[in-house]
């Protein structure tokens, strides 16, 4: 043993209290930060599905006016157009002169103001005629009505008059006979009185009946100015489409955009096809229609969707890495999956926005474009996630089918 103590053969093993205690102590923190946010910390559990923008009131088809065959398709899919383009050329034998066909819908037309204004005073007429009646009838109930309350004043005072004489009777004050006028008049009175009680609910069924007579002629005035409408939208569109031939002497017929817009489908791609009357050529989406988007959603999460959801858009056009994302209500969902297998379900969402800004400048998004959109269905704790192999596990082992009521 030296002067200066004792000499240690080896270093100590055990570490010292104080460092073995602030290591437990970190541990427990550790595992009560880690438990904690388990259960706290909620991550959000979106539905992520591709979309593309629709016209909301659809897109305006192009059809062909004459069968024939197609010669020039001139346009393509996606292209922007503007109104009158000629998009297709038809060489059609049946062809003719339209100037009588023409001639018909100017004439139509025409006289489209004059037939509203007579409908119009039809019905002018018949509601006045109705008001009138209609007046007639509550000044005949408002007089039924004063009637009435003079009525039940003079019954209830017969009634009192009769109570009397009946009991001077009794008490042989008076005779039989006097006592019997005053109940023959209140019992006049009473029928009178039921009477003008009838009178006033004939008057207020009366009132009634007008009203709904009113009613109902407005209705069907609405209708036969609605019927008129379309008849005559449909002789306009007719006659515009007409006007808008372009036939030359060899019997073709050039087929122009109705609208200023974006070919989102063309139904006839080549030229040699032969077409019919009506047939479809192509569809456009017009310039300034307002758009929605079209969800493709997978059957993973479809049950937490439901309409008013917030939908986040990221379009391809339009890289949300420097234009940012978009947003959208969700609107519609599809109750029946498609024909797909990979995209069972469709929804609408309806933009916020139908413009997105580019360098300061708005730029109108156009139908066909598409890109990624997410809706938030909900949020899960981290726990939750944890345990979902455990809990897919029970369900598999565990599940068993329900037994029917009173069954063995």
Known sequence: MSAKGPDTPFLATAPPAWAARALAWLLLALFAVGSTTLVLVRVPERVVTPFVLVAVEGVSPVRALHRGTVTVVAVSDTQVIEAGTTMF??????????????????????????????????????????????????????????????????????????????????????????????????????????????????????????????????????????????????????????????????????????????????????????????????????????????????????????????????YDAFPHERYGVRFATLGWISPASTVSEDVPFRALAHLDEQAVPVDGAPRDVLPGMGGQASILIGRRTLLSYVLEPVRALRNATVAERPRPEGGP
């Open 89 to 314: 050329v038809v060489r059609s034998d049946a062809v003719a002169d339209r100037s009588t066909e023409r001639d018909m819908l100017a004439t139509s037309l025409s006289g489209r103001e004059a037939r509203i204004g007579n409908e119009q005073q039809r019905y002018s007429h018949q509601r006045r005629a109705d008001e009138q009646e209609a007046e007639g009838l509550a000044r005949r109930l408002s007089a039924l009505n004063a009637r009435a309350v003079i009525a039940e004043r003079q019954a209830v005072l017969a009634r009192e008059v009769a109570r009397r004489e009946q009991r001077s009777h009794e008490e042989g004050l008076t005779s039989w006979v006097e006592a019997s006028r005053p109940r023959l008049e209140s019992d006049r009175l009473e029928a009178e009185l039921e009477g003008i009680k009838g009178e006033i609910a004939e008057a207020s069924a009366a009132v009634a009946g007008i009203r709904y007579r009113m009613a109902s002629s407005r209705a069907a005035f609405d209708e036969v100015i609605r019927g008129v409408t379309e008849e005559f939208d449909r002789a306009r569109t007719r006659k515009d489409a007409l006007d808008g031939e372009a036939s030359s002497t060899g019997g073709t017929l050039a087929v122009a955009a109705p609208c200023a817009g974006t070919v989102v489908r063309l139904a006839v791609r080549s030229p040699g096809v032969v077409v019919t009357e009506s047939d479809l050529l192509a569809e456009i989406a017009c310039r300034g229609v307002a758009l929605q988007a079209e969800l493709l959603v997978p059957q993973r999460g479809f049950a937490r969707l439901q309409p008013g959801q917030t939908v986040t858009l990221r």
